[in-house]
């Protein structure tokens, strides 16, 4: 068991993305910060990802975090958001594979059923189940919920490390290329 480790957890969007960084000390989980970015401003879709990346590398260069978790893409009916939303999921992958951080991805129903026990929770049940579990005082709390959506996903991380992993974490490019040769080559 490690004894100390930063989890950084990413909730990927365009318009807006939520973080949230915990820290565990002797398998205790604490909060050290949450967050969200908002990109709405920006009309330029490219421009939106240039933000994610900067700002993903920017938490990891102040956090300094030893693992990412990152909620994966739900299926959708809209192909558009669906791809915008995997774009946004890959930049900030790419910014964790920039600085050699493994990572761990989640569905939204697994990281939902590991903090509350119901894969149709909703997100206020899993921004109250976190606020106690880390005893996140009240004025602390944001209301956008995409910050305890990126939390969740550290959370839910977290919750997993204890358990054999079944999530491939990628450490490079190459990495992620070996692990992943027939999704890229049934693409080409």
Not at 112 to 126: D, H
Request: charged share 25%.
């Amino acid at each position: 068991m490690i004894k100390e480790k930063i989890i950084l957890g990413v909730d990927p969007g365009t318009a807006i993305m939520g973080y949230g960084l915990i820290k565990i000390i002797d398998n205790k989980p604490f909060l050290l910060a949450m967050g969200i970015l908002e990109l709405n401003k920006l009309d330029d879709h490219y421009l939106r990802l240039r933000r994610i990346f900067e700002r993903i590398s920017g938490l990891i260069d102040e956090f300094l975090p030893d693992e990412l978790a990152i909620e994966a893409p739900f299926y959708g009916k809209n192909v558009q958001s669906m791809l915008k939303l995997g774009r946004a999921q890959g930049v900030a992958m790419a910014a964790a594979l920039s600085r050699d951080l493994p990572i761990y991805e989640y569905a939204p129903l697994k990281i939902k059923m590991a903090i509350t026990g119901n894969g149709r929770a909703s997100k206020e049940q899993v921004a109250d189940l976190l606020q106690r579990f880390l005893k996140i005082p009240q004025e602390n709390m944001l209301p956008q919920l995409d910050a305890t959506d990126g939390l969740a996903a550290a959370f839910c991380h977290f919750l997993q490390s204890n358990r054999p992993h079944t999530e491939a974490p990628y450490v490079s490019w190459k990495d992620f290329i070996n692990k992943n040769e027939k999704r890229i080559k049934s693409n080409k």
